[in-house]
């Protein structure tokens, strides 16, 4: 019963797909389980039965919903722990996407101001404005000076909110997906955001270690585990002595534990919002180092 980012995710779809399929008592056990974080014991505690029937509810419910997703392929593939390369990258962390590139406006108000986004198919988030990045948009600080990297942009509302609020700085948005970073670039024309770079890459590769106050991101979760890893890694890095990481997540989909991640790179990490299922945390690398 894997509790990691990807195990999590796995779970998670497969609920979404055969959940109400599930017995009244498997469907509580899968959400204090995955969704609240709670570990056997403490459910065992709640429900007022032993921990191992506990761990063998669950595991039945795993094994109910495995078997559906071998005959029906509703949850993308995911039955025996492996999903194909398109689903566990949600269709947008990659370089070209394959999906359609329809586009769409999104009009928005974010950190102060209106917003007209131009969004496309194999973008991340491309019908609304995710609400883990509104949160993050409204949790993050920003000051008038700082250098700021925000990681994975997609059509850029983190890294061009940033932007706005760095009257004096100056913002550099990164994404793989060349797609995302051209509608980002259009993005900042079209709402006259002059201080913001948006630059096609990997991660934070483009960027020399100790040259940013601070990093933001929305982490692909979907991609996995090694990604994720590498967005922190990446943070770590450019960050200088005293920087700021503002990264959100679904806690159904192991927040806590990116969390936890992120305390073995980050001297400090705290949550600083939680709303609709989503959390926002701060990580610091020391002034001294």
């Known amino acids: 019963m894997e509790r990691g980012l990807a195990g999590r995710d796995r779970a998670n779809r497969m609920y979404d797909a055969y959940g109400a399929l599930l017995t009244p008592r498997q469907r509580r056990l899968l959400r204090l389980y995955y969704e609240d974080d709670l570990s056997l014991g403490e459910i065992a505690s709640r429900s007022r039965i032993s ?4 761990h063998d509810g669950i595991r039945r419910a795993l094994f109910a919903m495995e078997r559906l997703e071998a005959a029906l392929r509703l949850a993308g593939g995911v039955a025996g722990g492996r999903a194909p390369r398109a689903a566990a990258g949600e269709h947008y962390f990659v370089e070209q996407p394959g999906s359609g590139g329809r ?3 999104l009009r928005v108000g974010l950190g102060g101001r209106s917003w007209v986004f ?6 991340f988030s491309r019908a609304r404005l995710d609400a ?3 949160l993050l948009v409204e949790a993050m600080r920003i000051e008038d000076d700082d250098l700021v990297l925000d990681l994975g942009c997609g059509y850029g509302p983190i890294g061009l909110v940033a932007a706005a609020l760095a009257t004096a700085g100056r913002v550099v948005l990164t994404d793989i997906n060349r797609r995302a ?5 259009a993005n900042a024309a079209a709402n006259g955001v002059g201080n913001a770079l948006v ?5 934070a590769a483009a960027l020399r270690g100790g040259s940013v106050d601070v990093v933001v991101t929305n982490p692909p979760i979907r991609a996995g585990r090694k990604t994720v890893l590498a967005f922190l ?7 200088r002595p005293g920087g700021r990481l503002y990264f959100v997540a ?3 989909q192991g927040a806590r534990t990116l969390a936890h991640l992120a305390r073995e790179m980050f001297e400090e990490v705290h949550q600083i919002r939680s709303a609709d299922g989503y959390r926002v945390y701060e990580a610091k690398r020391a002034a001294d180092v």
Do not use: E, S
Not at 181 to 185: G, Q, S
């Open 132 to 134: 883990g990045t509104r």
């Open 199 to 203: 630059i096609v890459g990997d991660g």
């Open 51 to 54: 921990r191992q029937a506990v």
């Open 118 to 123: 131009r969004t496309a198919g194999g973008v």
């Open 233 to 239: 890694d990446g943070a770590r890095r450019v960050l």
């Open 181 to 185: 970073a051209a509608l980002a670039a």
């Open 250 to 252: 679904r806690t159904a």
């Open 103 to 105: 586009q769409a406006v």
